[in-house]
């Protein structure tokens, strides 16, 4: 979990330094530094908890570790969500700046798919507004990062995001 959580450290700070916009980019900072803090406060808990053995309180403390760490991931998400419609400038040559921008280029066009289609097909109701029952949700860098299948130890480290992987080294 720890390091999944710097995954998704690395992952917004890429996005932050890339935003178009400036209010997106704090975000996404203030985002990415509350998820170090906690995913560096689950490592020291976890190897005290090793060191100490079952007790009822180190568990739960950790726990309530790992449940802090998951709202902070969903967090980054949604900022980089913002972010990505925000827009992004164009990444250096580096492998792992393009991998990020690839990723968010293809949810980004997921949800621009969507919403095309749901303006198409939009069951409105008599004053207009569209009907929530059967609508699909749109979807979500969260929903997205959850579909990947967990990825297996020889699959190369930073994979090509166009060939289906995702761009996290590890299944959230």
Same mark, same amino acid.
């Given at each position: 979990m720890v390091s999944d959580g710097q995954v998704v450290v690395k992952f917004g700070n890429i996005l932050a330094k890339?935003?178009? &916009?400036?209010?997106? @980019?704090? #975000?996404?900072? %203030?985002? *990415? #530094?509350? *998820?170090? @803090?906690? @995913? @560096?406060?689950?490592g020291i808990v976890a190897r005290v908890k090793a060191v100490t053995g079952e007790s009822k309180a180190s568990s739960e403390l950790?726990?309530?570790?790992?449940?802090?760490?998951?709202?902070?991931?969903?967090?980054?998400? %949604? $900022? $980089?969500? $913002?972010?990505?419609?925000? +827009?992004? +400038?164009?990444?250096p040559a580096d492998p792992e700046e393009e991998e990020v921008a690839a990723f968010c280029q293809q949810w980004r066009k997921n949800l621009t798919q969507h919403r095309a289609k #749901?303006?198409?097909?939009? &069951? %409105? &109701?008599?004053?207009?507004?569209?009907? *929530?029952?059967? $609508?699909?949700?749109e979807p979500t860098l969260i929903s997205l990062v959850q579909e990947q299948p967990p990825r297996s130890r020889n699959i190369p480290k930073h994979p090509n995001p166009r060939k289906g992987y995702m761009v996290m080294d590890r299944h959230l």
């Open positions: 890339h935003c178009l &916009d400036q209010r997106c @980019s704090m #975000e996404l900072l %203030r985002a *990415t #530094e509350h *998820t170090q @803090s906690i @995913s @560096s406060q689950l950790l726990l309530s570790n790992v449940q802090n760490l998951i709202q902070a991931v969903q967090h980054v998400l %949604r $900022a $980089a969500e $913002a972010a990505c419609v925000k +827009g992004l +400038g164009q990444p #749901e303006a198409l097909n939009s &069951d %409105r &109701d008599e004053l207009g507004l569209r009907k *929530t029952r059967g $609508a699909k949700a």
